[in-house]
C-alpha cells in the first residue's frame, strides 16, 4: 500500500531507542526526511548509523532534553514546519502515591506530559498556518489500566490521551490532524531489560523474563515493529480523516503489564 510519505519531512522524539527508534526507521523506509531528538548524542549518531547506513542525507539529530521547555523552541527554529510530528520521548517510573515523590513526579512530567503539550504548542501553530500536518502521541495503555502502583504513568498517560482527543476533535478543520497511539506491553528493550531484573530477583533466572508474558495473547508483548507500522500509518493520508481519537494497539488484551507502558 503506498502510504504517499514519499519527499515529507518528520519529527520523532525518543529516537534512539525503542518504539521511537522503530517509528523513525520506517518513516525513513516510507521515503521520509526524519529528524531524530533525543537527549544523548552518541545514541542519536549510534541509531542513525543503524537506520541509513551512514546515509546522512536520509536524517537530520538534534540532541536535545525536551524536559527543558526553552529546548522546545530551539527545535522549532531548527527545523522549520515538519509534515509529521510524532511525540514519543519520556518513560515515567513505577510507584505508587507514597512512593513518588513531588519532585519525582515533576521531573517525569515535564519531558512525557509538558514535553508532548509544548510540542504540540509549537508545532501545531506553525501547522495550522501552513494548513497541513500530523502529530501522533504516543502514550500508553496504563492510561486505560489504571494501576495505583504507576500512578504518576497513569495519570499522564490518562491526560495525554485527553488532550489528545480534545485537540484533534477541533484541529482538522485546520487540515491538522492529532491523535494518539496507545501501546499495550511491548518488547522494547527498557522492559525487555525491566523484566529481567524482575526474573533474576525472583526466580534467580534472568533467562525466565518472557514467563511474565505468558498470558498475553500468543504469549508475547508486542514487538516495536508492530507500533511502529500503525504510528506511521496514521501519519500517513491513507489515515487521512482520523483525528481526535486514541487508537489502542495492546493484542486485545487489556494490557496486564500496563505499568511498563
Not at 31 to 36: D, I, T
Not at 92 to 119: C, H
Request: net charge negative; charged share 20%; glycine share 12%.
Amino acid at each position: 500500500m503506498e502510504l504517499g510519505l514519499t519527499g515529507k519531512v518528520a519529527l520523532v522524539t525518543g529516537a534512539s531507542a525503542g518504539i521511537g527508534k522503530a517509528v523513525a526507521a520506517e518513516l525513513c523506509r516510507e521515503g521520509c526526511h526524519v529528524h531524530m531528538v533525543s537527549r544523548s548524542q552518541d545514541k542519536l549518531s549510534a541509531a542513525a548509523e543503524e537506520l541509513t547506513a551512514g546515509d546522512a542525507t536520509k536524517v537530520s539529530l538534534h540532541a536535545m532534553d525536551l524536559s527543558l521547555s526553552h529546548n522546545v523552541g530551539k527545535l522549532v527554529d531548527a527545523v522549520g514546519t515538519p509534515d509529521i510530528l510524532v511525540n514519543n520521548a519520556g518513560a515515567i517510573p513505577a510507584g505508587d502515591l507514597q512512593t513518588i515523590t513531588e519532585s519525582k513526579w515533576r521531573e517525569a512530567w515535564d519531558l512525557k506530559v509538558f514535553g508532548y503539550l509544548n510540542m504540540t504548542r509549537a508545532f501545531m501553530a506553525k501547522m495550522t498556518d501552513r494548513g497541513s500536518g500530523v502529530i501522533v502521541n504516543v502514550t500508553g495503555l496504563a492510561a486505560d489500566r489504571t494501576d495505583a502502583s504507576y500512578v504518576a504513568g497513569t495519570t499522564g498517560n490518562a491526560g495525554l490521551n485527553a488532550f489528545s482527543r480534545a485537540v484533534g476533535g477541533r484541529s482538522l478543520s485546520d487540515g491538522v490532524r492529532v491523535l494518539a497511539v496507545s501501546p499495550g506491553p511491548v518488547a522494547t528493550e527498557r522492559l525487555v531489560g525491566l523484566m529481567r531484573s524482575r526474573a533474576e530477583s525472583e526466580f534467580n533466572d534472568a533467562e525466565s523474563w518472557q514467563e511474565y508474558f505468558k498470558n498475553l495473547p500468543d504469549g508475547r508483548a508486542a514487538t516495536v515493529q508492530e507500533i511502529a507500522d500503525v504510528v506511521v500509518f496514521m501519519a500517513s493520508e491513507r489515515a487521512g480523516y482520523v483525528s481526535g481519537t486514541v487508537v489502542t494497539v495492546d493484542g486485545g488484551h487489556g494490557g496486564n503489564l500496563a505499568s511498563f507502558a
